[in-house]
């Protein structure tokens, strides 16, 4: 079992940035993939960036290309997703997941392949 926490949620105008962090309980964190995933108000799950285990291989939706970027720190078990020039689109509840059944060298963008699960943390973008 793996315990996600997920922090550095909040409230920021548009334009602005925020830094999320996901602290993995486990010390084979490098052994998981992991991937951001969020929900909007009304709308379902998305993915939003995925990072293969090493950190060699990132996956980013289409939506948060150039703006995002996902990286993680295997000696500290956090997986960060860097988030700038923020869209009131992209307020929602972002949350972490980590997937042991990958391969070493990818990582996945489908939620149902994640096997952990983050409760999440707000992320609200006025305008």
């Known amino acids: 079992q793996v315990q996600l926490v997920e922090s550095g949620g909040g409230l920021v105008q548009a334009g602005g940035s925020l830094r999320l962090a996901c602290a993995a309980s486990?010390?084979?964190?490098?052994?998981?993939?992991m991937g951001w995933f969020r929900r909007g108000p009304g709308k379902e799950r998305e993915f939003v960036a995925a990072?293969?285990?090493?950190?060699?291989?990132?996956y980013y939706a289409d939506s948060v290309k150039g703006r995002f970027t996902i990286s993680r720190d295997n000696s500290k078990n956090t997986v960060y997703l860097q988030m700038n020039s923020l869209k009131p689109e992209d307020t929602a509840v972002y949350s972490c997941?980590?997937?042991?059944?990958?391969?070493?060298?990818?990582?996945?963008?489908?939620?149902?392949?994640?096997?952990?699960w983050g409760q999440g943390t707000q992320v609200t973008v006025s305008s």
């Open positions: 990072i293969s285990r090493s950190g060699g291989s990132t």
């Open positions: 486990k010390a084979t964190f490098s052994r998981y993939a």
């Open positions: 997941a980590a997937d042991f059944r990958n391969s070493a060298y990818s990582a996945s963008t489908i939620p149902l392949n994640y096997d952990y």
